[in-house]
């Protein structure tokens, strides 16, 4: 950790903590003026992804006592716009807005409410492209496609999507106007490219399917004191990579009934991304099925939309395989209120 932010910072015993403490970082010294990017693991990765820790910064005016603070206010912010924004494409095909809420179940969101991740963040503009896509107001998905390239490497695929929509429809200009909301983050990639050193070959890409598929016959053991535990994480896990499996063939069911455009080659490429994702990307669901987060709203949505309520199932039991991190913390802070050891 840089010296200057230990004081006053929580380290949990045991653990050398998670990818959000990087992002924390980045908010701290946003411009590489301090030399943060010694104590990142990837620095050009982390920096590269400059949205979230960039907004914290601006809402905290810079001031570093507040920075911290407006960082949580921002993770938190992009959870209510998620909320929003899906509440609004529901009740525009004809569903109760109370559905909305499904958003704070996708494992991104999950993921980054609990560590200060940016894949909560991504998944919320997605859910904003969604609904921007829906009412054809494109000056906001072009703003929506920028953003999202700026939060994580992924939300390129926005974009390029737009871009390749229009280039199957012939209209050039469109498509060179739609593409242009990725020449901020280019440009800023290309910044962070020239400034710090490389991260070498990050991740792991392997044949479509074999990794997920490896996965669900291989179940990791994890030393823990309690075989309750023990077998609790080992059923979560085997139900998260098989409920990723679903996902992805009932994306490509849905995807084949004809629909086309933007929203439909977004979803594709996140599927895509889910099938080549391998080490070390599938050694656990908190990591799998981040990246995968916008397919799995988007399967969500579709679920309630078409009122298939079974479908719901399958993206649910890979945020039951994220979530069963929640239930260590949560029993220590019910055993302090209760005051049990």
Not at 155 to 181: E, I, T
Not at 216 to 221: I, T, V
Not at 282 to 293: C, D, G, Q, T, V
Request: with cysteine.
């Amino acid at each position: 950790m840089p010296p200057d932010l230990d004081a006053g910072t929580y380290r949990f015993q045991g653990l050398d903590g998670y990818d959000g403490q990087f992002y924390r970082y980045v908010a701290h010294d946003p411009f590489l003026r301090k030399d943060y990017w010694r104590n990142m693991d990837l620095p050009q990765l982390r920096y590269r992804r400059l949205l979230v820790p960039l907004l914290a910064w601006l809402l905290a005016l810079g001031q570093r006592p507040w920075i911290d603070g407006s960082f949580i206010a921002v993770e938190m912010a992009f959870v209510a716009l998620g909320v929003y924004w899906c509440a609004g494409l529901l009740a525009r095909r004809g569903r109760s807005p109370l559905w909305g809420v499904l958003f704070v179940a996708v494992p991104g969101t999950l993921a980054s409410f609990d560590r200060m991740l940016v894949d909560g963040p991504l998944s919320a503009l997605f859910a904003g492209f969604l609904l921007y896509c829906a009412e054809e107001k494109w000056g906001r998905v072009w703003a929506i496609a920028m953003l999202a390239s700026l939060t994580r490497e992924t939300g390129m695929f926005l974009p390029a999507a737009l871009a390749v929509d229009q280039l199957l429809r012939r209209k050039w200009l469109r498509a060179a106007w739609l593409a242009s909301s990725s020449l901020p983050a280019l440009s800023w990639y290309g910044y962070i490219a020239g400034s710090l050193p490389g991260d070498g070959v990050f991740p792991v890409l392997i044949l479509p399917g074999w990794a997920i598929l490896r996965r669900l016959f291989w179940l990791r053991p994890v030393a823990l004191l309690d075989p309750r535990e023990q077998a609790l994480l080992l059923v979560t896990d085997f139900l998260a990579v098989l409920g990723m499996i679903i996902s992805l063939v009932l994306a490509a069911i849905w995807l084949r009934k004809g629909r086309r455009g933007p929203v439909a080659l977004c979803v594709g490429f996140f599927a895509a991304l889910a099938l080549v994702l391998g080490t070390p990307s599938m050694i656990e669901p908190l990591s799998f099925s981040r990246p995968a987060s916008p397919l799995l709203l988007w399967l969500l949505l579709e679920a309630v939309s078409s009122q298939s309520w079974i479908a719901l199932a399958p993206p649910l039991m890979v945020s039951l395989g994220v979530s069963v991190a929640f239930v260590s913390p949560l029993w220590t802070v019910v055993k302090g209120v209760l005051g049990v050891r």
